[in-house]
């Protein structure tokens, strides 16, 4: 088969590799650009997958991050519903799983990540859906009516999020997860309990600190066994226990990665000409000064743009701070920097476990914040971590209103 020239090759038809060809034209409008992915979609947003879709506050329609007359206006070759299933560095090249080969002159791991799969009897039985992607709301949603019942594997953002979204469509929700509460990687405890309750208010069944030891479907329906001997049948099983990078493609190819693809300030990997960003991309955040992979869209958005600059010539160090937000029910946040409660904690209630501004301390600095229905004050939050200046928990008081 003929091998095909492109100046750009895009691999990934997420946010990431959306937001670089915006990059890329903002700084070369003529190179050829090429642009695969293996859904059978346009790029999309995938916030509203857990969010305004199954509250009618969007459609399908309206979530496309561009429409196609982007990509021809941007002359970019679209190559959707095509699995990269190699690329050779020495050689510049990307090779289809349909055997196509394609030359490029730079190139963007844009590549995400894929749900992390359970592995017990059981987790691969069909109608289990590890939720990500579009084709996997669009299954849901016709599924999720009212007077089913719906068992949510996991307690972090994809879970929590789901099961309010299944509520608000009258579907009868369990969730289990291992921890004590829900999202505990990032909400302090009295905050986690406060979420958890008002969802157990909702009506919402919820088995903290048990978890799936086995699946079985009966007829129409999945029978889950848990680890403290729980039966929970359900119509509709949903997981979401986080992703796993898709750093193989980078890996196979020799190129750095560990938690994921390594990258410089410039978002180039080991290989000068090949980039990575978003989910996937393990980056200096220079703010912190430490080595993060960042799961959120803002960061998509962001390093996406940057990598494709950078891949057209700009040069620019990625010194951007992302942000990341959730709703969940009337509780919606945005933070900044490290949200770990890993970290020492410090909440700033204007009303408790509602209205306030969380700080999240190492060394007395400020690594993180969360402003909670604390709205436009991302921009102050950014400031206050790029001081990094020593605090105390009392002098925090009031500083982010
Ligand atoms: C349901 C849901 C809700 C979310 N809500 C929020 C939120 O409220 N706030 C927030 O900050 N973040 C949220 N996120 C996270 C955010 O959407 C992600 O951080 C962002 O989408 C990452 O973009 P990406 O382009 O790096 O990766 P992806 O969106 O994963 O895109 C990568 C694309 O590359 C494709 N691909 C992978 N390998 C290959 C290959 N070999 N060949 C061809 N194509 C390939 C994948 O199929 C995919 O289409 C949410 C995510 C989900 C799933």
């Given at each position: 088969m003929a091998e095909q020239d492109f100046a750009y090759i895009i691999v990934g038809g997420g946010l990431a590799g959306a937001s670089a060809v915006e990059g890329i034209r903002e700084m070369d409008g003529s190179g050829s650009v090429l642009l695969i992915g293996n859904e059978n979609h346009l790029p999309y947003h995938r916030p509203p997958l857990s969010k305004q879709l199954w509250l009618g506050k969007?459609?399908?329609?309206?979530?496309?991050?561009?429409?196609r007359q982007f990509y021809e206006k941007s002359n970019v070759t679209l190559s959707l519903v095509t699995e990269v299933a190699g690329i050779e560095p020495d050689k510049k090249t990307v090779r289809s799983a349909a055997g196509e080969t394609y030359h490029f002159g730079k190139l963007l791991l844009a590549t995400g990540g894929m749900p992390r799969r359970l592995s017990v009897?059981?987790?691969?039985?069909?109608?289990?859906c590890y939720y990500r992607f579009l084709d996997d709301y669009l299954r849901m949603r016709k599924d999720a009516v009212e007077g089913k019942s719906a068992l949510v594997v996991g307690g972090g953002f994809i879970g929590s999020e789901i099961a309010a979204a299944l509520v608000a469509n009258k579907v009868a929700v369990t969730m289990i997860f291992p921890e004590a509460y829900l999202c505990n990687r990032v909400f302090p405890e009295s905050l986690g309990i406060a979420i958890q309750n008002s969802y157990i208010g909702r009506g919402v069944t919820v088995l903290a600190g048990d978890r799936p030891q086995s699946f079985e479907k009966r007829d129409d329906f999945f029978v889950t066994a848990t680890d403290k001997g729980r039966r929970i049948e359900s119509d509709l099983l949903i997981v979401g226990i986080g992703i796993v990078p898709s750093a193989a493609l980078a890996k196979d190819a020799g190129l750095r990665t560990d938690s994921g693809i390594v990258v410089d300030e410039y978002l180039r990997t080991s290989h000068p000409d090949i980039y990575a960003a978003g989910d996937n991309a393990v980056f200096p955040y220079q703010a912190l000064g430490r080595q993060m992979r960042v799961e959120h869209w803002d960061n998509a958005l962001n390093q996406g743009k940057q990598a494709g600059r950078n891949m057209a010539g700009?040069?620019?160090?990625?010194?951007y701070m992302p942000y990341f937000f959730s709703d969940l029910f009337e509780f919606g946040y945005e933070a900044v920097g490290e949200v770990s409660t890993e970290l020492e904690t410090f909440a700033d209630w204007q009303k408790e476990n509602d209205t306030g501004v969380i700080y999240y301390l190492k060394d007395r600095k400020v690594r993180g914040v969360m402003m909670c229905n604390v709205w436009e004050k991302v921009e102050a939050a950014r400031a206050l971590i790029r001081r990094g200046e020593k605090v105390t928990p009392e002098g925090l008081h009031g500083v982010i209103r």
């Open positions: 969007k459609q399908v329609g309206e979530i496309l991050i561009h429409d009897p059981g987790s691969d039985l069909d109608g289990i700009a040069g620019e160090a990625f010194t």
